[in-house]
């Protein structure tokens, strides 16, 4: 079974701390993905990444950075956390390669509170 | 990628066949449908997912109208831990790798006792 953890279930951080959640998949997955789930608006892309030190912004970059130095981690960085990021922060991964869209395995998810 | 259009809600007695319908009227034909399914305070998981032909695996059996325009989840024998929104995603195929996910509203079903 493709599994796929995160550092943290619940985590509270006040504002202006640098936030680091990580994320690890054991499938040797070529793509790796960070969203947050926010009621109303469903899930949003952060970031992904389908290679080692490679990366591309996704839907709402703004505020975050990412880092990937081995294939198997996926680090999601909140420079400065504010409010405004209190969400439910989703990682996934996928096999890589041509051949069609991939299906997706998701993490456990990490609910992040910025006081 | 294609809009789709689901219930919002659904029931569905336990032991019972659950179908869980999708319309996506504007599916393109490399566009693929993908199944997944959140059960409440935990990450999506992936069900299924087809292009043309139906579909079955472990979890569920997917089934797609001949025209395309719309699909239908089954879940033969339904139990409790099945209670979940369920989301219905048509995705293009692309030649990159880092394909997004887009979840619409999705369709909560619950699986009645």
């Known amino acids: 079974d493709v599994k796929v953890t995160q550092s943290s279930r619940y985590l509270v951080k006040r504002t202006g701390e640098k936030v680091f959640l990580e994320c690890v998949q054991d499938m040797d997955h070529e793509n790796m993905f960070w969203y947050r789930q926010d009621p109303g608006l469903g899930l949003r892309l952060i970031y992904f990444?389908?290679?080692?030190?490679?990366?591309e912004k996704g839907d709402i970059p703004e505020g975050y950075s990412v880092s990937r130095e081995k294939k198997e981690r996926f680090s999601l960085i909140l420079e400065s956390a504010s409010t405004n990021q209190t969400s439910m922060y989703l990682c996934?991964?996928?096999?890589?390669?041509?051949?069609?869209?991939?299906?997706?395995?998701f993490g456990p998810g990490t609910r992040l509170t910025v006081t | 990628d294609a809009k789709t259009t689901q219930p919002p809600s659904m029931d569905c007695a336990e032991g019972r066949a659950a179908n869980l319908p999708c319309n996506h009227s504007t599916i393109s034909g490399n566009e693929y449908v993908y199944w997944y399914r959140q059960i409440h305070s935990q990450g999506p998981q992936y069900i299924i997912h087809?292009?043309?032909n139906n579909e079955t695996n472990e979890m569920a059996s997917l089934i797609i109208t001949e025209d395309r325009k719309s699909s239908t989840l089954i879940l033969p024998h339904a139990t409790l831990r099945d209670t979940a929104v369920y989301y219905c995603?048509?995705?293009?195929?692309?030649?990159?790798?880092?394909?997004?996910?887009?979840f619409g509203e999705g369709t909560q079903l619950t699986v009645n006792p």
């Open positions: 087809g292009l043309k």
């Open positions: 990444s389908y290679d080692v030190k490679m990366k």
């Open positions: 995603i048509v995705r293009v195929r692309t030649e990159t790798s880092g394909s997004r996910l887009t």
């Open positions: 996934a991964s996928s096999p890589g390669g041509a051949g069609g869209p991939r299906e997706q395995y």
